[in-house]
């Protein structure tokens, strides 16, 4: 089997153990366990907290001491004992506790599958702007398929979706062992404290284009957040009134939100195209402008037939908002850093967005929606409004604040660091 192919069961594998649990873990607490909705934001707090700490330093010992592929291994064996652990936890701070564990393991394999891939294709002499975003779609297959097994085998407020996730992540783990060996940085002579420690990659903020990348990489971390936790109560809600309480949109949410996902199958494999056409600074504004259109058509959306309309058209904006900044970004690491520090530099991007900006995300979002909260009913339109008008002003930042000369001369191969 070539190693694209090879790859794309590694992607599809990674994000099949993710879609098994993410979206339906809060329904399962709060329904059969009974955990309140604090306990429940709790538990998801654990990504954030994770990937605040974690990328970052296993980044740095996958490029300096143990081969990414081993590490990877070690991590999806943590997660599958985790999960399996969890199916059985009935109490909130048990659970808390367990899925830190799992996070902790988890959230580092996200940029180390990105170093796996790259390293590999780089030594089979493809080009990575072109070859990895048909590999890292499979991800995306994956993550979907898992939704929709979940909710049509009626698994969601089940341990068996806890159970499923720790499967694959077993499968992803002895799969791994047959994957081509990552090696580690060759040591340097005469390194300095900073080189010796593993923190190249954080000397990338003396830069003033790379600082200014990841800071915005934190705050369009803190919009993700926000539609990731909010999207579904949003919907969820529309069966307060008794016109909507038999639509799909209520009965099905999440089939509804993993249009979301479908189209980040198209966009995914749009991205060589607009990347070597428009360069990274003119992508990233397209993912703030559908970040905008995500939460304006939100804010006008329901369950009947013109409203329905506007709901699709926010799930397929949404394709182009992540993965425009998302696997764009990922990329645009890629081809800015040197090999020696590249699995450092993708988990410093992923403790930004998924980290910091998660945990930014969840905190203020949370404020907005109590604070446009009155007598338990949420005024959907006003807060979805002020997010499209957060994600419009981080444009317009952008736009005035980044400074990019596009090279597409750069893109041709990443491989070759200038």
Known sequence: ????????????????????????????????????????????STKGIAAVIMPSL?????????????????????????????????????????????????????????????TCLEKNNFD????????????????????????????ELSNMQLYIAAGASLVLALYSLTMPLVPTAKKKKNQNWVSMLGLDAFVLFKKPQMALFFVFAMLLGAVLQITNTFGNPFLHDFASNPAYTDSFVVKYPSILLSVSQIAEVAFILAIPFFLKKFGIKKVMLISMLAWTLRFGL?????????GFVLLMLSMIVYGCAFDFFNISGSIYIEKEVSSDIRASAQG????????????????????????????????????????????????????????????????ANVGVKH
């Open 1 to 44: 089997m070539g190693i694209k192919n090879r790859l794309k069961i590694m992607s599809f594998l990674q994000y099949f153990i993710w879609g098994s649990w993410l979206v339906t873990l809060g329904s399962y607490m709060i329904n059969t366990l009974g955990f309140t909705g604090i306990e429940v934001g709790m538990v998801y």
């Open 348 to 411: 410093l991007f992923m403790t930004m967005v998924n980290g910091v900006g998660a945990y930014v995300g969840s905190i203020a979002s949370g404020k907005v929606v109590d604070y446009f909260t009155v007598d338990g009913m949420k005024d959907w339109q006003t807060i979805w409004l002020l997010f499209a008008a957060y994600a419009m002003l981080l444009g317009i930042l952008f736009f005035f604040t980044f400074r990019y000369k596009h090279e597409p001369e750069k893109l």
């Open 58 to 118: 296993i980044g740095i010992v996958a490029d300096k001491w143990i081969p990414a592929n081993r590490l990877y291994i070690i991590l999806h064996l943590i997660c599958a004992g985790a999960l399996y652990y969890a199916a059985s936890v009935s109490d909130p701070t048990i659970m808390f506790w367990v899925l830190l564990v799992n996070a902790m393991a988890f959230m580092p394999t996200i940029a180390l599958s990105n170093t796996i891939s790259y």
């Open 128 to 155: 990575t702007v072109t070859s990895f975003p048909p590999i890292r779609v499979f991800g995306t297959i994956g993550f979907i398929l898992a939704m929709w097994a979940i909710s049509l085998f009626r698994f």
């Open 298 to 306: 939100f804010a006008f959306g329901d369950p009947s037939p013109f």
